[in-house]
């Protein structure tokens, strides 16, 4: 099935705007923009990647090579997301380069009779070595309430939902991102509908966006689940809006980052090889809708429990905690987002 392009992502270079200018005419407006210019004195663009553009994937299980992180296998899908499994980053590496010595267009691995596409995601990395500053936050997104917080507290205080070194209770939300040729992110929008913005170290991305007022064309009926691949055979009679849906399109180059804003759904494949550093933020300008994501999922984790309220002893701890596991956040009455020390 064939998808209607209707427009691209404007392309601007970051020097030669100001933070009000970016404010006013991308964050408050919620539009997406990739930016130019912003990368050239990282740490990351000068050792992490060849001078040919190629990742220096040795350097990575030289330095931080026993460091335990989450490998999607692209092949398999499980539930609304890729199979998830975990290694370390001396193991991704070593896969990587063994297929690409064998001849192969893209990092995989072998599994009974199956080959599959690997991406190595969310690795914590400015947490794991706070002491290696890769990069500097561009000024446009430095008004980062979720990591400004997490950098002095966990996201949970529960040791139910969540043990002493689990990356999501006692971590943040800048990630790492490495996937060689043909690796790839089902369509979705991003954690808590926050913002996020993705830098390009190394390797080129495409990506296809649907803007929020368009984004039940991609929910069945029930307006529960979502399409999973934009590309795939969907199904007119689950999914009936689907063929109406108008999408944006943008071709990420190495060295550029795009701001992707609240609400925008979007999947996105590595046409080259290619790491690449990802925030996930929050601040005034979309806190709204990260208070409405969580109020709609407060209210569904109620409803899930609803038929044990009277035989148990503490029916708002057990949504709580729900909720928490669910999607992240504890709330209080009248939906204030609280996270204890």
Known sequence: MGIEIGGSIE?????????NEFVERYLAKNQPVVLT????????????????????????STHFGNSKVQVADCGTREFTDQKRVEMTVSEFIDHWIDDRECGGASNSFQEGNGKFVLYLKDWHFVTEYPEYVA???PVFFCDDWLNLYLDHHRM???????????GISCSDYRFVYMGAKGSWTPLHADVFRSYSWSANVCGKKKWLFLPPSQCHLVFDRGCKNCVYDIFEDVSETNFPGFKKAIWMECSQEQNEIIFVPSGWYHQVHNLEDTISINHNWFNAYNLSWVLDLLSRDYKEAKEYIEDIRDICDDFEGLCQR?????????????YIPVHAC
């Not at 663009?45 to 350097?59: A, I, Q, R, S, T």
């Open 11 to 19: 392309k601007v270079n970051g020097k030669e705007i100001s933070y």
């Open 37 to 60: 210019g912003l990368m050239d004195d990282w740490r990351a663009c000068k050792d992490w990647v060849f001078d040919n553009g190629k990742p220096n994937l040795k350097l990575f």
């Open 135 to 137: 990069y500097k936050t």
């Open 156 to 166: 949970h205080n529960d040791s139910d939902t969540c043990q002493e070194n689990d």
């Open 322 to 334: 729900n909720l928490a596991a669910n999607t992240g956040k504890l709330f209080i009455r009248r």
